[in-house]
């Protein structure tokens, strides 16, 4: 260049060089801006002046900038440590929540800033990395519309600061009057350490109640161990269980961690490879559970037989004290007793023993010596405090805790009761009348999520209610049962203003500091010093778990003392023709205050498979005798009192027992467009069961009447009894859907779920006659080419597709035997998919729209049949029936072998619905989001489109997961193979059993083609040629060869 | 009625005459365009007061069809297809008999149809017409029904060829096209007869304006002749692909009681079984309220219930095989279907179906039964009946198939109802308005086929004609 001397030039200007020129010649190429030096305010130059007016808009646009709801204390994603928010990249930050007691770590989807799925922390201990439906539900109570928006004062509208001050005045009006505070179970320090506070500066009473209690229990252990003790079974190492009604698999206890570690022993392949032996499960018990349905024997036994049943094993065991008691068992039973009791003692320090919460405490204290004297101790059982009830007095249960603070209320001597959440005026045993007592304290404050029956029931002019703060818009600390503490750490700012329960007594109490994080942040820091406090906090946060070393409690070593003075109390056999009724936590509604969540609402309910609802569930002995049949409408009394319902058959149930749901019959105004108006014919769900409860016998109330009242009600059943049954031909054995074997049987045939087509009702004997009758049995359009040429798409982004086409294939197995039918992969499904609540008018008319259900068919006779349960979904076939169809081409094989489903192209022929053999497809009959208030868009996934009304969709295998995988993959080349080996579709995540195995069937080493290739693999409805991607894993059962049979077991012609 | 009774009932060896009565060319112009030229009476106007009533239920209906969505229906998620497809596959089968009556009896020779093609054809629209509706309002997303159509687009994105609804597309489309200009060409020459005998400006252009210049020279008739026989030719092929191609909706799917090969055969005959049974429904009534008894006659009568019987024993054959496959076949899900069909929650509609079809049929075999007009009236009531029922128990083998949790029932709801109820006054209405303002009966060839249009024809001799 240097050598070209033939100049160039514009202007004379540049030519000469004019000092104009040179001046404005640097200007226009400067390297950076610079607006300090020659461009002050006085002389703003063009560029300066478009510079200050824009900072200016951006600084006066930030303050309106709410869209980003990000809390203003300082929060730590779990794993992607980002310093902004990047758009459509989800950030996981760990945190926890608690409903009745439990406690589970979470990692909380969050997208640009708002919560939208809930998933499990793997390091938190109550639940690895799993959830159940009311932890994952939870999300949508946070979007709940109808949650409480602004504190009330003494009848008006006021905002947090308001409420702040008027608590802070009635608190210093407080010094020596009666304060009573009332809370459900709490395990949080924080609430603990305010509640001394309150005892010693205000001298109030604490009353702790739930309606799902676990008194018995308390009750059992103070009398075996002195103190409030809780057990944490361990199921790792046992090799025999028995549940004495014990629910640990649904509703009791820490049952995601439960199911998941009694998952681990019944892993056929796994255990088999160690040459252990697989589990085995007793369940004893007068409800059908989910435990009894996962159980290999299951002894149906009236309330009463299930103590005598614990007293004689006990007896058995050698237990000290066990010997009479409760209902007289029959000889089958009796002889089942013995067997159960040989088998585990045989399993000696492997066997452990459970009681249910609705069970005496006799029972529960059988159980703990039991397992004293099988050597569970310390092993499969250890006891930790009970650590859900602030300021426990021994012998103060729930049930005498609501009692008491009623006899105080209505004595008049509550100057102020403080309610922490709850609803107690719908929860509380008819004979507390809390709706009365509530009249007579003179102020009230009441904390709560929304306006309610106890909100309802509270005089305006003395109560100060306050919006309470969700899990995820506060600040806490939780310990779970063992003692795992873990920081519950905002998601989002308050949607409203709203307040969590500590930041409400630290207003009362006149603290300085009202605000949860300070609160929350300061008492760790001063409980383990300032030094090193910031690195350790940011590490708390970031994992959701603390070390064990700040553990509140470990194992208790109080040595077991025995069963005490405690008696039976659960009666003796109902001589009058009367019934036992028993009261049971919903799956779904739990105690009634999930009653606003659609997607627990809408989820059947797994053994009835009743949505929206409860219903009065007889045997099917016990609806002939009474002359009462499915939907007819009953009254049930007992205590004196009656409720109407509606009764439902329930095979396997105990004779003469009915059993009643809890949580339900709660007014219930719903927001979706589609349950009001001319499709919605009630605004109640259910059936208020709480009138014919009392509190001396929260879950047992003998001599119950019930009786038909006339008329029937439409129960919206996803899955009726009637239809597996009764009707003619039916014949479920030759349909094979569920395969299952005895470990005896599959030990012989280790390859019995593989028979292949399905000829003249029998299976046929091996695949290759299978071969020789379909030589051909192929699809007539050919097989899907997995290699797409350039020939097939002219565009090029398609033959980068064609590359990748080989990369991966998609396939999923089931396995049956871990499966517990809880229900979870349901909820995580809607809740990664979006997927519209249709309400119980649109069920009733069969419109449920879950993509992956949970099928539920009885096996043998109809008094004590077996239950299976088995979760469908799309099962990706490979010769897909829907997929040739479709008019316009809008469900098509993907290169990686799914059914893709493509909304915009979707015509909504429901063609595709009706040729899939499944029925797995769902259709938008209507447009189901239409009127949703903004408030609940929030939760929705922006992965995932919303559907539109003349859409059908169904399971993808979570493709938008998949699809992120492989971007992630594509930038991260090293650990590419590792990536793809995580993705896992909301389904499988959600597991606690972990039942459910994704993965890349083009890699060898992959989890699921090694299940794939075990013997207990098989695909639905092979003999359609469907090929199905997805594959279930038989069920195995483990039944012990000296059990008596069931007494209809043989000689039942139906079955299913 | 009385008389023709008795002509027929001297049971001669020859067979009756086509035409009865004492008609000459005049005459049968008079008779036939005078229902088109008299003015509107009583029992006209209330006719059509009462279908569009329903023709305009069925508007209010498809109206609020678009506006909330297939969920007014009472579909759910195993029955995807309702009362819409029902209505669909009735009235494509309806619309057999018009094609058949014309097109195959021509080819045929058989001369007895002149009195009755007119009329059947026209039926035969109107029958698509109505079935028509359905697949277009019955998809989910009714403004993009047209992607099942194979326009050109920027995307280039095709139809599924591989999809029966698409073949259904083009075959019931072609088969209304060819039924339309088959029935079109058929009405020109007597469109002709109504432009020179209109009285008023607007009846003389209309009619001049549909009659294409007619002016019945030689050369017109030959090319008419002609054009006729190749449109014959045309559409016969066509009446037995298009219940074919309907039929495979089902039978190409995998459900029990859907997949079955029996099928195609099976649907053509019962939608010729329905199809004579709707002629008959319509005729008796017609040939009585507009005179038209010397032109339909009971010979045609007798003849169309022959085909009824035959068709119906056919269809009833079909049942008895169906069953018969599901046993033998020893799938499980086929012998569930089957029995689940006759004896499960649905026995009500089976029941019906066959009484009405199998049954109520096999009363034709007596010839005393099949000419009484009453009898003839009520049973083919009956058929429509049994044949809309068959659609029915065929698609709702949807309600159980392969996997029992997902079995459900289907409950219509008002809406299915007033389609239904709706479809029939949009064909009502458009039949009505048909015998108002066109010829019922083919003016010309009820001439062809007078005695007096034979060269032969010894009247010429006595000069008793014109």
Same mark, same amino acid.
């Given at each position: ?1056 | ?261 029996? !099928? ?5 005959? @019962? *939608?010729?079984?329905? /199809? #004579? $049974? ?6 008796? %009534? ?36 169906? !069953? ?5 076949? @020893? *799938?499980?899900?086929? /012998? #569930? $279907? ?6 499960? %929650? ?121």
């Amino acid at each position: 260049m240097n050598n070209n001397t033939r100049k160039y030039w514009r202007s004379r200007d540049e030519l000469q060089q004019s000092p104009v020129y040179v001046a404005e010649a640097a200007k226009e190429f400067q390297d950076e801006l610079d607006v300090s030096a020659e461009e002050s305010t006085n002389d703003p130059s063009r560029r300066g002046f478009m510079g200050w007016v824009s900072a200016g808009l951006a600084a006066s646009g930030l303050t309106g900038c709410e869209i980003i709801r990000r809390p203003e204390e300082k929060i730590l994603p779990y794993s992607v440590a980002s310093e902004e928010i990047l758009p459509s990249i989800p950030q996981y930050y760990a945190t926890t929540t608690q409903a009745g007691g439990e406690v589970v770590g979470l990692l909380v989807e969050s997208h640009e800033g708002r919560p939208t799925k809930v998933e499990g922390n793997p390091q938190h201990r109550s639940n690895y990395g799993a959830l159940n439906n009311f932890q994952q539900s939870t999300i949508i109570d946070l979007y709940d519309p109808q949650r409480l928006k602004a504190p009330k004062l003494m009848g008006k509208a006021g905002n947090r600061a308001g409420a702040e001050s008027a608590l802070k005045t009635l608190g210093a009006s407080l010094g020596g009057k009666k304060v009573a505070v009332l809370s459900g179970y709490s395990p949080s320090i924080q609430l603990h350490t305010i509640a001394q506070r309150m005892s010693t500066k205000l001298g109030a009473s604490w009353y702790t109640y739930e309606s799902v209690s676990d008194d018995h229990q308390m009750a059992a252990m103070e009398t075996v161990f002195g103190e409030a003790l809780r057990p944490r079974y361990s199921f790792k190492e046992a090799h025999a269980v028995l549940s004495l009604d014990n629910d640990f698999l649904g509703t009791e206890g820490p049952s995601v961690a439960y199911a998941s570690e009694w998952a681990e022993n019944r892993r056929v392949d796994k255990v088999t490879a160690k040459d252990a032996k697989l589990s085995r499960l007793y369940a004893v018990e007068a409800r059908y559970s989910l435990t009894g349905s996962n159980a290999d024997h299951r002894v149906r036994a009236s309330h009463g037989q299930i103590e005598a049943f614990a007293h004689a094993v006990a007896a058995e065991l050698g237990v000290a004290g066990a010997s009479q008691g409760g209902v007289a068992l029959s000889a089958r039973q009796a002889k089942a007793a013995k067997v159960v009791a040989a088998d585990l003692k045989a399993n000696q320090g492997k066997a452990l023993v459970l009681a249910g919460r609705s069970q005496p405490a006799v029972v529960h204290a059988l159980a703990a010596m039991m397992n004293e004297s099988l050597g569970a101790r310390g092993q499969l059982v250890n006891y930790y405090t009970d650590y859900r009830r602030p300021m426990h007095k021994a012998g103060m249960g729930d049930m005498k805790s609501i009692q008491e603070l009623g006899k105080a209320l209505n004595s008049g001597s509550v100057d102020a009761l403080i309610i922490l959440g709850g609803n107690p005026v719908y929860s509380a045993p008819a004979d507390i009348n809390f709706a009365a007592a509530l009249k007579k304290a003179k102020q009230v404050v009441y904390v709560a999520d929304q306006a309610n029956e106890t909100s309802a029931a509270l005089d305006d002019k003395t109560a100060i209610i306050i919006p309470q703060s969700h899990s995820f818009e506060a600040w806490g600390d939780l310990v779970g049962i063992d003692g795992q503490v873990s920081i519950q750490q905002p998601l989002i700012a308050p949607l409203f203003d709203s307040m969590s329960e500590v930041e409400v007594l630290a207003s009362l109490l006149g603290d300085s500091e009202t605000n949860g994080y300070k609160i929350v942040r300061n008492a760790w820091k001063s409980a383990i010093g300032a030094v090193g406090f910031h690195k350790q906090w940011r590490r708390w946060l970031h994992a959701g778990v603390l070390a064990d070393a700040n553990a509140p409690f470990i194992a208790s070593s109080a040595p077991a003392q025995g069963l005490g003075s405690l008696k039976s109390n659960a009666g003796k056999t109902p001589t009058d023709g009367s019934l036992d009724v028993i009261f049971v936590a919903g799956h779904n509604s739990y105690d009634g205050r999930f009653a606003n969540n659609a997607w627990l609402q809408e989820l059947p309910d797994p053994m009835t498979k009743i949505t929206w609802d409860n219903a009065a569930l007889l045997s099917p002995a016990t609806a002939t005798k009474l002359g009462v049949a499915d939907e007819d409408m009953v009254k049930v009394s007992a205590n004196g009192q009656e409720i109407s319902s509606v009764a439902w058959v329930m095979p396997g149930q105990a004779d003469d027992t009915v059993v009643l749901t809890l949580g339900y019959g709660r007014k219930f105004s719903n927001y979706l467009e589609y349950h009001q108006g001319s499709y919605h014919d009630s605004d109640v769900t259910g059936f208020d069961v709480t009138p014919v409860r009392s509190s001396t016998n929260a879950f047992f109330a003998a001599g119950g009447k019930v009786s038909k009242s006339g008329g029937t009600y439409d129960v919206a059943a996803v899955q009726r009894y009637a239809n597996s049954h009764q009707e003619p031909g039916f014949g479920f054995e030759a349909r094979a859907l569920v395969r299952e074997a005895s470990v005896e049987e599959y030990k012989e045939n280790p390859g019995f779920a593989t028979p292949g087509i399905i000829h003249h009702g029998q299976p046929m004997p091996d695949q290759s006659k299978h071969a020789l009758l379909h030589p051909e049995e192929r699809s007539i359009f050919g097989d899907f080419d997995y290699t797409l040429t350039k020939d097939d798409n002219r565009n090029p982004l398609m033959e980068n597709q064609a590359l990748l086409a080989a990369k991966h294939q998609w396939g999923m197995v089931i396995d049956l035997n871990t499966c517990t039918g809880c229900n979870a992969c349901m909820v995580a499904c809607v809740s990664e998919n979006n997927i519209s609540m249709v309400g119980k008018d649109q069920v009733r008319r069969g419109r449920e729209m879950h993509w992956i259900r949970m099928d539920r068919y009885f096996v043998g006779g109809d008094a004590e049949p077996e239950i299976v349960h088995q979760p469908i979904a799309c099962q990706q076939c490979e010769t897909a029936p829907c997929e040739n169809v479709c008019p316009v081409a809008a469900t098509v094989h993907s290169p990686e072998g799914l059914n893709d489903m493509v909304y915009n192209r979707c015509i909504g022929t429901r063609y595709c619905a009706n040729n899939c053999p499944l029925k797995v497809r769902r259709f938008n009959f209507y447009n189901y989001a239409k009127g949703q208030p903004e408030l609940v868009h929030m939760q929705r996934n922006p992965n995932v489109t919303v559907r539109f009304r003349g859409v059908m969709e169904k399971c993808t295998y979570c493709v938008q997961r998949i699809n992120k995988g492989k971007r992630r993959a594509a930038l991260n080349a090293g650990v590419a193979e590792q990536i793809i080996d995580r993705i896992t579709p909301a389904c499988a995540q959600g597991c606690p059993t972990q039942a459910i195995t994704f993965g890349d069937l083009k890699n060898e080493k992959s989890e699921v083609v090694r299940l794939k290739k075990t013997a207990r693999d098989y695909t639905l409805l092979s003999e359609l040629n469907l090929q199905s991607r997805t594959s279930f894993l038989a069920k195995i059962r483990n039944p012990n060869p000296d059990f008596p049979q069931a007494a209809d077991a043989e000689g039942s012609t139906q079955a299913g | 009625m009385s008389d023709t009774n008795d002509i027929y009932q001297k049971d001669s060896i020859f067979p009756p005459p086509l035409v009865s009565g004492k008609h000459d060319f005049h005459s049968i112009t008079e008779t036939i365009c005078g229902v088109v030229e008299k003015p509107f009476n009583i029992n006209w106007l209330l006719a059509i007061g009462f279908s569009s009533t329903f023709l305009l239920m069925l508007g209010a209906s498809i109206g609020y069809l678009f506006w909330e969505g297939t969920g007014i229906w009472g579909l759910n998620n195993p029955v995807g297809w309702g009362w819409a497809i029902v209505n669909f596959v009735f009235w494509v089968g309806i619309g057999h008999a018009g094609t058949l009556i014309s097109a195959v009896l021509f080819l045929f020779r058989q001369k007895w149809r002149t009195a009755i093609n007119r009329f059947a054809e026209a039926m035969t629209i109107f029958a698509v017409i109505c079935a028509l509706v359905f697949p277009g309002i019955h998809v989910g997303r009714v403004w993009a029904a047209y992607w099942m159509l194979p326009i050109p687009n920027q995307m280039a994105m095709w139809p599924n060829f591989r999809s029966p609804l698409l073949w259904d597309v083009f075959a019931v489309s072609t088969y209304f096209t060819v039924s339309l200009l088959f029935w079109y060409v058929g009405l020109v020459p007597d469109l002709a007869t109504l432009r020179d005998r209109a009285k008023n400006k607007i009846a003389f252009w209309a009619y001049g304006i549909l009659s294409l210049g007619w002016r019945g020279a030689n050369r017109h008739w030959q090319n008419y002749e002609r054009a006729y026989m190749l449109l014959a030719g045309l559409a016969t092929p066509l009446v037995l692909s298009v219940h074919t191609i309907v039929s495979f909706d089902f039978a190409v799917s995998v459900i029990p009681g859907w997949h079955t090969t029996i !099928f195609p055969p099976y649907f053509v005959a @019962g *939608a010729i079984f329905s /199809g #004579f $049974a709707m002629v008959l429904t319509l005729a008796i %009534p017609c040939r009585k309220l507009f005179g038209l008894e010397d032109f339909i006659t009971l010979r045609h009568i007798e003849n169309m219930n022959k085909v009824i019987l035959v068709t119906g024993t056919l269809v009833g054959y079909a049942y008895a095989m169906e !069953f018969f496959i599901a046993w033998y076949s @020893g *799938a499980p899900y086929e /012998g #569930f $279907a089957f029995i689940n069909r006759a004896f499960g %929650p649905y026995w009500w509609a089976y029941l019906t179906m066959v009484s009405c079809n199998v049954i109520s049929p096999q009363f034709f075999w007596s010839k005393r039964l099949r000419t009484n007009l009453t009898v003839t009236f009520i049973l083919s009531i009956f058929v429509n009946i049994g044949m809309w029922f068959e659609r029915f128990v065929i698609t709702m083998s949807l309600h159980r198939d392969f996997l029992p949790s997902s079995w459900d029932y289907y409950t219509p709801t008002i809406f299915d109802v007033s389609l239904l109820l709706g479809s029939f006054g949009l064909f009502f209405t458009l039949f009505i308005l048909f015998l108002k303002f066109l010829p019922a009966v083919a003016i010309s060839e009820v001439k062809g086929v007078m005695p007096q249009a034979d060269p032969h024809w010894e009247g010429y001799a006595q000069k008793e004609a014109h």
